[in-house]
């Protein structure tokens, strides 16, 4: 298992000292789930969820009670910028 | 005043009966913050006393929970108030709304007192992962309360409040129950909204509650539950007035219980001694007992620890540090371990392997259920296969934490309604006993659970 192959998909940073425990502690976990190869699950159909409910619509139409303001949407973000989120480079 | 015993309907009688006032009762909770929460670390965040006291003051007596205080989970999202799930990433969010939940509780005249401690994200079932130390179980505080649902069952058990909010996703509610001597329910999927509740595994996660009696649990599931158009996942189904269906006795009730729990390696025998003893006064009540049988138990935590983490690997990869909260490396060791496994498990040359299979492995779990409630009106199990273990004894073990959850999360992986009651203590320390229905079950969980409670009064 490429740990940080893993880790680099899932978007989080493993250092050195993390990396033996967690190649350690996962390898443990997924031998773990892997006794589910020993079920039948031929002609089984997946559950997704478990509600039975199907196309749960609403109307389109503008509800404004719903809509929150720029100010309540910008209020948590640790860098703004006349009203714009800032996001850090994507280049690498 | 003794609030440590104060139930929320006696409260509310108390209070119609103008023998005491909503201020007396929120005093006397905050009294207890002040003297317990430092060391049990039970909430995060307390409220503004003042403001409390004024709400208390000003609170419409004939609401529904006119007056009552109560405690959320750390992740419920309330307008205004911090709100972390536990955890250093959202250490400084204030939301700018509130859940639906928090919202019909606060329209039903409730008071909030808190914001409650928890595994972090949901990611635990002893309080050990909260990124802010564990919460301490008030029978004996070197042990754990269980979780996630951590610090909502220790601020009833001591008197912070007269219930507390907490979700279910595999075990999250029953289990710090259990620990710590109080009912807790996890609802069906569907039944309570999770608009507004930080998401772990969206097709498990339950919205429940924690209080000291049955009938303070159905008043409580009576203004929670509903459908609720924020929330497409939420069901169209009735919300019946529980607490005017409590019964007194299990006439005509068949009892089922799984002979693959019984026969499980690792569980204390006394108890599986004190279940029994449950079923025997289930029998004096009226119920009939028999055996039945869930063929896939051996398999239900491999299911769940492959699909769980693979919706909590798709749900927390929206904390970005940009929008809201800090940069993902203040995640804690627990939670990074399920967004890998999860990440592992969904990617690809991996996904039929795991997540598909697990997907199928569900359905067969759920049939099992459905099977056995063909013959049997509810299921009796142990909530926990153990007593409230140390802290620090399963902590280094990810594996030996997960198997903690061995009776509690194939009703998650199932969908089902589950009820945790309390069933006596071993050495001290409180035990509690599963009542788990079919789908929509709540009134019949709480009336069984009621009957019990009548005839055994676990409350010492």
Redesign the interface.
């Known amino acids: 298992?490429d740990?940080q192959h893993?880790?680099k998909?899932?978007?989080?940073?493993?250092d050195a000292d993390?990396e033996k425990l967690?190649t350690l502690?996962?390898t443990?976990?997924?031998a773990?789930?892997?006794?589910?190869?020993s079920?039948s699950?031929e002609n089984?159909?997946?559950?997704?969820?478990?509600?039975g409910?199907v196309n749960?619509y609403?109307a389109d139409v503008v509800d404004q009670s719903?809509i929150?303001t720029q100010a309540?949407?910008l209020?948590?973000?640790?860098?703004t910028h006349n009203g714009y989120?800032?996001?850090?480079s994507v280049w690498t | 005043m003794d609030i440590k015993d104060l139930t929320i309907q006696k409260a509310l009688e108390g209070y119609r009966k103008k023998q005491f006032s909503s201020v007396d009762v929120v005093t006397a909770c905050l009294e207890n913050v002040g003297r317990y929460n430092k060391e049990y670390n039970v909430l995060l965040t307390v409220r503004d006393e003042k403001d409390i006291i004024e709400e208390a003051k000003r609170v419409d007596s004939s609401l529904p929970l006119g007056g009552i205080p109560i405690v959320l989970k750390d992740l419920f999202t309330t307008d205004g108030v911090r709100t972390t799930a536990g955890s250093k990433v959202l250490d400084a969010y204030i939301p700018p709304y509130d859940a639906t939940v928090v919202r019909k509780l606060k329209d039903a005249g409730a008071i909030i007192i808190g914001k409650a401690n928890q595994d972090a994200w949901g990611h635990g079932s002893s309080g050990e992962n909260s990124d802010f130390g564990s919460t301490k179980n008030p029978f004996d505080p070197s042990r754990v309360p269980g979780g996630s649902s951590s610090g909502s069952a220790v601020a009833v058990a001591m008197g912070m409040a007269l219930a507390a909010t907490g979700t279910d996703t595999g075990s999250s509610v029953r289990l710090p129950a259990a620990f710590c001597n109080l009912v807790g329910l996890k609802p069906t999927y569907g039944r309570v909204s999770r608009y507004g509740i930080i998401a772990m595994a969206s097709s498990f996660d339950s919205v429940g509650h924690l209080t000291k009696t049955v009938y303070d649990n159905a008043l409580i599931c009576e203004i929670t539950a509903g459908k609720d158009p924020f929330d497409g996942t939420s069901a169209e189904v009735p919300v019946p007035k529980y607490t005017g269906k409590l019964g007194k006795t299990l006439k005509g009730v068949t009892v089922g219980i799984p002979k693959e729990y019984f026969e499980m390696k690792g569980m204390d025998p006394r108890i599986n001694d004190l279940t029994r003893k449950a079923l025997d006064t289930m029998q004096g009540l009226g119920a009939q007992v028999i055996d039945i049988s869930l063929p896939h138990t051996n398999v239900a935590m491999e299911c769940y620890y492959i699909l769980v983490p693979s919706e909590v690997s798709s749900n927390l990869a929206r904390f970005d540090g940009v929008r809201f909260g800090n940069g993902r490396d203040e995640f804690g060791a627990e939670s990074k371990r399920r967004m890998m496994i999860g990440t592992y498990a969904l990617s690809s040359g991996y996904y039929d392997a795991y997540y598909k299979t697990a997907s199928k492995v569900r359905t067969l779990i759920k049939k099992d259920f459905d099977d056995a409630f063909a013959t049997v009106d509810v299921i009796v199990a142990p909530s926990s296969p153990t007593l409230p273990f140390r802290i620090g004894e399963k902590s280094n073990d990810p594996l030996a934490m997960y198997l903690s959850d061995i009776f509690v999360c194939p009703v998650n992986i199932a969908g089902i309604p589950a009820l945790n009651v309390p069933c006596g203590f071993v050495d001290k320390l409180p035990v509690g006993i599963q009542l788990i229905g079919p789908q929509w079950s709540e009134e019949k969980l709480f009336s069984i659970g009621n009957a019990y409670e009548l005839r055994t009064n676990n409350r010492h």
């Not at chain 1, 773990?32 to 190869?37: A, D, E, R, T």
């Not at chain 1, 209020?75 to 860098?79: R, V």
């Open positions: 298992m740990i893993i880790a998909l899932a978007n989080l940073l493993i993390q967690f502690q996962l443990a976990i997924l773990f789930v892997s006794k589910l190869q079920v699950t089984v159909e997946p559950t997704a969820q478990v509600t409910l749960v609403r719903r929150l309540q949407v209020s948590n973000a640790k860098k989120f800032v996001v850090p």
